[in-house]
């Protein structure tokens, strides 16, 4: 059983369109976050939630927004997706608020491509 | 502000040679450490992590690290490097303590090739 995945695992498309990337997982933790790495592999967060609230926005553009349905998962939309946003988004959850005890899982990854 | 530092964003070694990885971060006060590897096209997995005691820990895959207070260090080491150790290593540091808010902090890095 896959802990942390998300859909898709590739994900190409035009500048001005909006998507989403969905997230789950099923290791009963409280927490998930959204990371995003450039094509540098730095990783920098996006956005954190816990338990269906959000306690970490850090400074994305307000064309990215987060939705968490329940505690299990959590999705992240773009809108009018520009060339700078192509990048890997990584889903990861914690056991505990915050960063927890003991690191995150994390999930395989969605590569975005913006042409 | 919380910063970690991966001075070699290369590093090439043979198979069966030993392999070092350097973490340096800048933390108020000692953070919780973790070394994570990241292979082609994969997400990041757990390698070890260090939050007291002992400062010699022990992780996965034959890897261990040191944590260094007085250089504010924490390097990840492994005896024999195997192919499938080629890879991208992540070191990262987090608050102490349980708290919503806290996140971890990643260093830019350091890509592992691994030469037969």
């Known amino acids: 059983d896959t802990a942390v995945s998300q859909t898709p695992k590739y994900l190409v498309t035009q500048m001005g369109n909006d998507k989403s990337i969905k997230c789950e997982q099923n290791?009963?933790?409280?927490?998930m976050y959204w990371y995003k790495q450039d094509s540098k592999k730095f990783l920098k967060i996006m956005f954190s939630?816990?338990?269906?609230?959000?306690?970490i926005n850090e400074t994305v553009p307000n064309r990215f927004s987060p939705k968490s349905p329940d505690k299990a998962h959590l999705n992240l939309h773009i809108n009018s997706l520009e060339l700078g946003d192509s990048a890997v988004y990584f889903c990861?959850?914690?056991?505990?608020?915050?960063?927890?005890?003991?690191?995150?899982?994390f999930g395989s990854g969605t590569r975005l491509t913006v042409v | 502000a919380q910063s970690v530092t991966q001075p070699d964003i290369h590093i090439t070694v043979s198979e069966g040679a030993s392999l070092e990885l350097r973490c340096n971060y800048s933390?108020?006060?000692?953070?919780?450490l973790f070394w994570y590897v990241q292979s082609p096209g994969q997400g990041l997995q757990l390698l070890l992590k260090?939050?007291?005691?002992?400062?010699l820990v022990q992780g996965i895959k034959g890897f261990e690290a040191e944590f260094k207070r007085s250089q504010s260090s924490f390097n990840l080491r492994k005896p024999s490097v195997h192919w499938s150790d080629a890879a991208e290593y992540f070191c990262?540091?987090?608050?102490?303590?349980?708290?919503?808010?806290?996140?971890?902090?990643f260093g830019g890095g350091t890509r592992v090739l691994v030469k037969p």
């Open positions: 933390y108020g006060a000692t953070p919780y």
């Open positions: 290791l009963g933790h409280d927490t």
């Open positions: 990262a540091v987090g608050p102490k303590g349980v708290a919503a808010g806290n996140k971890l902090t």
């Open positions: 260090y939050f007291s005691g002992d400062t």
């Open positions: 939630y816990n338990n269906k609230e959000l306690i």
């Open positions: 990861a959850s914690s056991q505990d608020p915050g960063q927890g005890a003991y690191g995150y899982t």
